[in-house]
């Protein structure tokens, strides 16, 4: 895959990437890689440095391990610009991705200080794997240039890409988001219209409900469940172990928005989800989920 796209919209040279955690941090640094000027924004400097600490651990052992060169890697912290001042990386923008925290009035009044701040052409995109652009795009002057733009964990190796619109999304926004994700190494899947948790995670709920009704009926432990799914259904990991991964607290939030937005009582998390989440069990991030992991 080359780092650097070769031809590129004109009108698409900067990016904005709005929260600095896992997700946000690694999208930022695709970017970089190839080859746009890039702006990483939170409101923690800690954050910050901690996701140029993450990241940099992240890109020296690719370089150790022969997968990039040091002068790609050089290059891109060139590009790669992390601070906390949003108004002014905002201001010059050309295409912002949102990558904070799932909570839909947070979204709202984010976009709508982006919409005052962005210039009139730049497209304002969320990360949200969830929350659907309709009910973020009501908060700004152009609806037409707001969609989901969905990364998968760990951004830096998935290929996938989901591009979501909402009734008002205009096609020139949809043809120009698949064609950045293109730009960045993904594969761009684009959807006729919304719906909560889109494509690729409701085929995963689905795997995941099976699993958790499984483990509830006593039919089987989750360990012997994640071994049938990765020797069976070749899966590169079970769904227990893929929620840890995740965030068993990422998991519980996303079912719960989307019974927000469905009022359906099936959307809610799974009692042992729920249980793990009020206990602190967040999975790998935490040391602790369906498994015990070490410092």
Request: proline share 5%.
């Amino acid at each position: 895959m080359p780092e650097v796209p070769t031809s590129w919209e004109p009108d698409i040279a900067r990016i904005t990437v709005i929260g600095a955690g896992t997700m946000g941090a690694q999208i930022a640094m695709q970017a970089a890689l190839c080859g746009f000027q890039t702006d990483l924004i939170d409101i923690k400097e800690e954050q910050l440095g901690q996701a140029q600490s993450s990241l940099a651990k992240l890109m020296d052992r690719d370089v150790e391990k022969g997968r990039r060169s040091q002068q790609t890697v050089d290059a891109a912290w060139q590009r790669l610009h992390l601070s906390t001042d949003r108004a002014s990386a905002v201001s010059r923008t050309d295409f912002v991705i949102e990558a904070a925290v799932e909570d839909l009035p947070v979204k709202k009044q984010l976009f709508a200080e982006l919409d005052e701040l962005a210039p009139v052409h730049a497209i304002l995109s969320t990360n949200s794997s969830n929350i659907v652009s309709s009910r973020i795009a009501e908060a700004t002057a152009r609806p037409d240039r707001v969609c989901n733009m969905h990364f998968f964990n760990p951004a830096l190796i998935m290929k996938c890409v989901e591009v979501v619109p909402h009734t008002g999304t205009s096609e020139e926004t949809l043809e120009k988001t698949a064609a950045l994700a293109e730009a960045l190494g993904k594969d761009p899947v684009r959807l006729r219209k919304e719906v909560p948790g889109f494509v690729a995670n409701r085929l995963l709920n689905a795997i995941r409900k099976e699993a958790l009704s499984l483990y509830n009926q006593g039919v089987a432990g989750f360990e012997d469940i994640d071994t049938a799914a990765r020797t069976a259904l070749r899966h590169p990991m079970g769904p227990f172990e893929l929620m840890d991964l995740v965030g068993i607290d990422v998991a519980y939030l996303i079912r719960m928005a989307e019974y927000e937005q469905t009022g359906d009582p099936e959307s809610l998390p799974d009692p042992a989800i729920r249980e793990l989440y009020e206990a602190g069990r967040y999975g790998r991030k935490s040391g602790r989920g369906w498994y015990t992991y070490e410092s």
